[in-house]
Structure formats: C-alpha cells, structure tokens
T-cell receptor, first 115, second 118 residues
Framework: DQQVKQNSPSLSVQEGRISILNCDYT??????FLWYKKYPAEGPTFLIS?????DKNEDGRFTVFLNKSAKHLSLHIVPSQPGDSAVYFC??????????????FGTGTLLAVQP | DTGVSQNPRHKITKRGQNVTFRCDPI?????LYWYRQTLGQGPEFLTY????????KSRLLSDRFSAERPKGSFSTLEIQRTEQGDSAMYLC????????????????FGSGTRLTVV
C-alpha cells in the first residue's frame, strides 16, 4: 500500500524554465510534508517542508504547495538550473508529541535540467 | 563536518554471511533512524531509536536484522545469514524532535552503505 505516490518517474525541463514535481498521498493523518533531493551515491538531502496548517512555503527558487482537500502537493523550482538535476523524493509524516516522526517516502522523480 | 557518518560505504558479501554497518549521528540529535532503499523505490523505514531505546521496528525488519544504539550515541545494524534480497542501500538518519513552534527540517541522512549480496 503506497501511501505517498509520485506518479512521474522522470521529468525533463530546459534550463531557466519552471520544474513542477507532483506528489499525492492517501493518509489524511499526515500533517507534515517534506521534499528531499538525492544525487547518485549520496544520501537524500532536505530541500523544503510544509506543515498542513499552511498551503504554501517558499525558500528561494523552491516553493511547495499543499492542497489538503486533494491530498496533493507539488514542488516548483524556478528558474531550473542544471545543478538541480537529481532524484526528488516527496515524504510525509504524522508527527504528534513524542511519536516517531517516521517519514513515508514516495518512489521519487528523476529531474533532468537541460542546458 | 558534523554530518551523519556511515561505514562502510560499500559492502559485498556472500549469501549466508553476517554483516554489520555503523552509523554515527549528529551529536546533538537524539533520534536515529535506519532506512533501506532499493532500486526505483524511495527509502523505506526500518527502525527508530530515541536515545538508546529502540521504539519502533518495521515489519520489513525480519528476525535476521538487529539494530542497537548503546549509550544513545552511534548505532549498528546487523544482518545475519544475508540473502540476495537484502541487497540495497542502507541509510541512517538523525534528527531532533519536531517542534511545532518552528519549521522542522526533517532528518539529516548519511551517505548510506550499499550492500551487495552475491
């Protein structure tokens, strides 16, 4: 049972354009969402997060949008740069006082930014 | 650099052998996690420690797997009688507890140990 889904295995965009990566989830108990970026042979690195009490969070070129009613979130990268080429994982958690803060990951989307 | 350190980076072992991986978390982080990632999949939760206590284990963690975190510092993950299906990237991560008053930055992952069972 895949609770966090990234339905696009790959995405190719031109440098300078917008990259939009999508993620859907099924568990309404999730209330914190994160995006991680992963280069080959390295561990995932944190990119940006959003709490369920918000619908948007922005950090420089990266913006995450959350639509709770649709159980959908998206990561926008503007403008895209070749160094953004990596696998992007969406992750969700249901943190509540003293709990595990276990993250459930999607299967990832490989972003290729063409120069 | 005070990131999460994992050793070894790569391990090739014969089926049936035992292997042990080590993780050194960020020193001030009290939470430590082990995840496993196979090709084409996202990381899957294996187990979680808060300080030295192992508080949760996934169904993925069969009896052949054991993890420890003595004194709440480094952690080890041991796989006994390895099988070819154990071949994966084993990721360790650490974090502080979530504080609802500020943004949570999730975990800090190590670079992982890639296990190949032949």
């Amino acid at each position: 049972d895949q609770q966090v889904k990234q339905n696009s295995p790959s995405l190719s965009v031109q440098e300078g354009r917008i990259s939009i990566l999508n993620c859907d989830y099924t568990n309404s108990m999730f209330d914190y969402f994160l995006w991680y970026k992963k280069y080959p042979a390295e561990g995932p690195t944190f990119l940006i997060s959003i709490s369920s009490i918000k619908d948007k969070n922005e950090d420089g070129r990266f913006t995450v949008f959350l639509n709770k009613s649709a159980k959908h979130l998206s990561l926008h990268i503007v403008p895209s740069q070749p160094g953004d080429s990596a696998v992007y994982f969406c992750a969700a958690s249901a943190p509540y006082g003293g709990a595990t803060n276990k993250l459930i990951f999607g299967t990832g989307t490989l972003l290729a930014v063409q120069p | 650099d005070t990131g999460v350190s994992q050793n070894p980076r790569h391990k090739i072992t014969k089926r049936g052998q035992n292997v042990t991986f080590r993780c050194d978390p960020i020193s001030e982080h009290n939470r430590l996690y082990w995840y496993r990632q196979t090709l084409g999949q996202g990381p899957e939760f294996l187990t979680y420690f808060q300080n030295e206590a192992q508080l949760e284990k996934s169904r993925l963690l069969s009896d052949r797997f054991s993890a420890e975190r003595p004194k709440g510092s480094f952690s080890t993950l041991e796989i006994q009688r390895t099988e070819q299906g154990d071949s994966a990237m084993y990721l360790c991560a650490s974090s502080l507890a979530l504080n609802f008053d500020r943004a949570w930055y999730g975990y800090t992952f190590g670079s992982g140990t890639r296990l190949t069972v032949v």
